[in-house]
């Protein structure tokens, strides 16, 4: 059995880093866009036979969603055995609901949209709320890595007096986690959320804070704005400069610089999503979850995996 990784142009690093663990050959993918903004998305040859996995990073998702179809479709037709997507960042994860009359539930869609072309799949912390694993959602396996114990060691590394701070409830999960793993204490705010750009942060418990270095973690930054407010309430309880510690680095616009402009000393980044602030590499976590998924098969079944580097 020939194991193939396919990578995306922006995710070839990060291939190479798993094909050295996993002993997988990587191969190219040429993917092409018209001045219409249609692609021509062109695959190696030699995949007759092959177990091959597309490498994806799903940060813009409208704008790579059709070429992953495509490349998944043309791999099949080349003959390979089975097409596993390692997506280090998944999108569409949020909206898991219909919160309003008429809208869709892109979570449920996006899931029945990428099991169509993948036998399985590999991310890394999705964005997960009433749904509390991949299993409920994809009819393929479907696996998660937990990035927890990477963060827990950088901490332990580079900021060994670290007090934890997680800017809003949907942090907890991950917060706690690193927290009990990097042997550090920790508080969780709370958030009202106004629009897109627009949030509320409740005020830290300064006293605690000033104990340590602040440490914001959180999932994703995206537009920056509930880091950024974090960062005014630690500014205005006079706390050592904080760091910002994030899994996915989408940063929209100018999110990265505001953060930095807010007050962070510091903004460090797993490369689930390529971006200069990139710190910590996921691809042992990666590798370990996705030989766990070959070994299951193309049957039924999703699992969690955190304590693998």
């Known amino acids: 059995m020939t194991r193939l990784l396919i990578p995306f142009p922006d995710m070839a690093p990060l291939a190479e880093e798993l094909g050295s663990l996993l002993d997988a050959n990587i191969r190219p993918l040429g993917w092409h866009q018209f001045p219409d903004g249609e692609s021509l998305v062109t695959l190696p040859a030699g995949l007759d036979g092959a177990d091959v996995a597309i490498v994806a990073c799903l940060r813009d998702p409208d704008r790579s969603a059709l070429p992953l179809r495509f490349a998944a479709a043309t791999a099949r037709n080349l003959g390979a055995r089975q097409v596993g997507l390692i997506a280090p960042y998944l999108a569409y994860m949020r909206q898991d ?157 100018s999110a990265y610089d505001d953060i930095l402009a807010a007050g962070a000393s510091r903004v460090v980044t797993t490369n689930t999503i390529p971006h200069p602030s990139n710190a910590i590499s996921v691809a042992s976590l990666l590798a370990y979850a996705i030989q766990d998924v070959e070994q299951c098969g193309t049957g039924s079944g999703s699992g969690d995996h955190s304590s693998h580097a």
């Not at 869709?104 to 949209?113: C, E, K, N, P, Q």
């Not at 393929?140 to 927890?148: E, G, K, L, T, W």
């Not at 901490?155 to 949907?170: F, K, N, T, Y």
């Not at 270095?213 to 880091?227: E, F, H, K, M, N």
């Open 97 to 253: 609901r219909r919160f309003h009359d008429g809208e869709a539930v892109s979570a449920r869609l996006f899931a029945d949209f990428l099991a169509e072309s993948f036998d399985w799949l590999v991310t890394v912390d999705p964005h997960l709320h009433r749904i509390r694993r991949l299993g409920e959602l994809f009819p393929m396996p479907a696996v998660r890595a937990a990035s927890a114990p990477l963060l827990a060691d950088w901490i332990r590394v580079h900021v060994p007096d670290a007090v934890l701070l997680g800017p809003d409830s949907e942090s907890r999960q991950w917060v706690a986690e690193v927290a009990r793993l990097a042997h550090r204490p920790f508080q969780v705010l709370a958030k009202i959320r106004h629009g897109d750009h627009a949030v509320d942060i409740s005020v830290p418990d300064a006293d605690a804070l000033c104990a340590g270095v602040p440490v914001i973690l959180d999932d994703v930054a995206s537009s920056g704005r509930t880091l950024m407010q974090t960062l005014q309430h630690l500014g205005n309880a006079s706390t050592r400069p904080p760091v910002c510690l994030v899994i996915h680095a989408v940063f929209a616009g």
